[in-house]
């Protein structure tokens, strides 16, 4: 078996980032903040607004089972930080219900 040197080149621009390995490219492009709306089982006092960093908290009932549903809403920066977000309601042992991009000011709440 013989080896084939390989290059590949990342290069970083206003619009993303471009990766091109052997003849294959992969772009990304430069994600502006995208606005979500997580809801949880259970009631998240207003204690926990400084956790998640800026975001809102609201409380609602499920018009599914009647229960009390959180809703955790705003601006992420990017994917990480939405994760980060769902690893604290992980680490909170909340359920999630659902998470849904959302419109600015278009929230359900």
Same mark, same amino acid.
């Given at each position: 078996?013989? %080896?084939?040197? /390989?290059?590949? =080149?990342?290069?970083?621009?206003? $619009?993303?980032?471009?990766?091109?390995?052997?003849? &294959?490219?992969?772009?990304?492009? *430069?994600? &502006?903040?995208?606005?979500?709306?997580?809801? /949880?089982?259970?009631?998240?006092? $207003?204690?926990? +607004? $400084?956790?998640?960093?800026?975001?809102?908290?609201? #409380?609602?009932?499920?018009?599914?089972?009647?229960?009390?549903? =959180?809703?955790?809403?705003? &601006?992420? &920066? !990017? #994917?990480?930080?939405?994760?980060?977000?769902?690893?604290?309601?992980? !680490?909170? %042992?909340?359920? +999630?219900?659902?998470? *849904?991009?959302? =419109?600015?000011?278009?929230?359900? /709440?």
């Amino acid at each position: 078996m013989t %080896n084939h040197p /390989v290059t590949a =080149t990342l290069v970083a621009s206003q $619009d993303g980032l471009s990766f091109r390995f052997g003849g &294959a490219t992969l772009q990304t492009k *430069k994600s &502006a903040r995208a606005f979500y709306e997580i809801r /949880v089982e259970g009631t998240l006092g $207003d204690i926990w +607004l $400084d956790w998640f960093e800026g975001l809102k908290i609201c #409380q609602e009932t499920s018009s599914e089972n009647g229960l009390p549903t =959180t809703v955790i809403y705003g &601006a992420f &920066a !990017d #994917q990480p930080a939405l994760h980060g977000a769902l690893v604290k309601i992980r !680490d909170l %042992n909340l359920t +999630l219900i659902s998470v *849904k991009r959302i =419109t600015p000011g278009k929230e359900t /709440v």
